[in-house]
Structures are given as structure tokens and as C-alpha cells.
T-cell receptor, first 113, second 115 residues
């Protein structure tokens, strides 16, 4: 069966510090991978998606970046966090043929102070 | 611009009763709709979906109704159980642009049980 791991579960970081959130998927090959953010009072917002190694599409301009160094690894990064980066970050994957249904990780609660 | 709207941030339901969650959308090109359920500190999990060629889809206690002319869908949970307490997200996509990168989510409705 497929599983998705996302860590850390919670993170408190000072403004201006770097960020690295990691997500890995097991039990499937060549998944589509996604990073979403849920800010307070807002819906899930797609930040990045990837259809393959090294292929990243950005949906929203921001000071975040994403990388996919391996087939089943997706990393969300920032060089300098802003207060507005606080939120709940979710990694997700989908199977190419049926990829409207995404499967989500546990999420990371990021608080920038 | 929120293309998928869930106008009720929270609802309370008695155990055993029917729970109805509503969702409205503005993009007439949307033709695939999904509901996700999210517990605190967990990622959303897929619950049920419906294609625009249908007006109803059932899965156990969960039924989704779609009214394309009104651009409205609803999720019925019958009977409501305490374990159903969660945040429910409505999502939509355009059929010829399949891919979770084209999913538009609502802001969610928090459903809680009235003891």
C-alpha cells in the first residue's frame, strides 16, 4: 500500500530563518507530488506541483521554493521566512492516471515568530 | 478570487441526525467535485466525489448531490456520528484539466457533534 510521510509535524521558526520541509512517498512510482498551504481562515492553496524529478511548477509567487531530487521525495524550502509564511503545510501525491484525487500527508504546522 | 465557496465556517449536529454541508462554485467549467475530510493535525482524506454527468453519488452514510444549474453541491451524512466531527473541504476541477494541480478548494466547514 502507498504511504506518505511528511515531517516535522510542528515547527516554530524566527522571521528570516531558513525552512526545509520534507515529504516522501512509498509504495508507488512516478507520482505527481504537491505542496499545499492552509492559512488561517482560508482554503487549501496549491503552492507547487511536480510531475517528475526536477520538474517543478509554481502556482503562487512567494518566497518559497520546491525541489524534487528523487522520484518520491519533495522538499519545500525558504531562504528567509516571513511572518505571513505561517500556516499548515500539506504534501500530497496522486497517481497520474487518476490524479484528480490527491492523498495527503499529515501536515506541518509552521509558526513564524 | 475564491472559485469554490463554503459559506458556513462551522456547523453543529446532533448524533444520529442528518448533517448537510453546502458548497457553491462560480466556474461553470468545473465538472468534477470532491469532498475531503480533515481531522486536527492530520492531512485531508478523500471522502467522496461526483462527476457532472451525475446528480447524486452515494457511499454508505455519505451522499453528494450536485445541482449544476445552481452551481451548488451538498454533502449529506446520515446518520451523523461523533467520529464524523472534522473539517470538510469541498473541491472542484475542470474535466479536461485533470490533475490535483487543478483542484480548487473551499475554505472548509468545521462539523462538530452536539452531545
Amino acid at each position: 500500500s502507498q504511504t506518505i510521510h511528511q515531517w516535522p509535524a510542528t515547527l516554530v521558526q524566527p522571521v528570516g530563518s531558513p525552512l526545509s520541509l520534507e515529504c516522501t512517498v512509498e509504495g508507488t512510482s512516478n507520482p505527481n507530488l504537491y505542496w499545499y498551504r492552509q492559512a488561517a481562515g482560508r482554503g487549501l492553496q496549491l503552492l507547487f506541483y511536480s510531475v517528475g524529478i526536477g520538474q517543478i511548477s509554481s502556482e503562487v509567487p512567494q518566497n518559497l521554493s520546491a525541489s524534487r531530487p528523487q522520484d518520491r521525495q519533495f522538499i519545500l524550502s525558504s531562504k528567509k521566512l516571513l511572518l505571513s509564511d505561517s500556516g499548515f503545510y500539506l504534501c500530497a501525491w496522486s497517481v497520474v492516471q487518476y490524479d484528480t484525487e490527491a492523498f495527503f500527508g499529515q501536515g506541518t504546522r509552521l509558526t513564524v515568530v | 478570487d475564491q472559485q469554490v465557496k463554503q459559506n458556513s465556517p462551522s456547523l453543529s449536529v446532533q448524533e444520529g441526525r442528518i448533517s448537510i454541508l453546502n458548497c457553491d462554485y462560480t466556474n461553470s467549467m468545473f465538472d468534477y467535485f470532491l469532498w475531503y475530510k480533515k481531522y486536527p493535525a492530520e492531512g485531508p482524506t478523500f471522502l467522496i466525489s461526483i462527476s457532472s454527468i451525475k446528480d447524486k453519488n452515494e457511499d454508505g452514510r455519505f451522499t453528494v448531490f450536485l445541482n449544476k444549474s445552481a452551481k451548488h453541491l451538498s454533502l449529506h451524512i446520515v446518520p451523523f456520528q461523533p467520529g464524523d466531527s472534522a473539517v470538510y473541504f469541498c473541491a472542484a476541477s475542470e474535466g479536461d484539466q485533470t490533475g490535483a494541480n487543478n483542484l480548487f478548494f473551499g475554505t472548509g466547514t468545521r462539523l462538530t457533534v452536539i452531545p
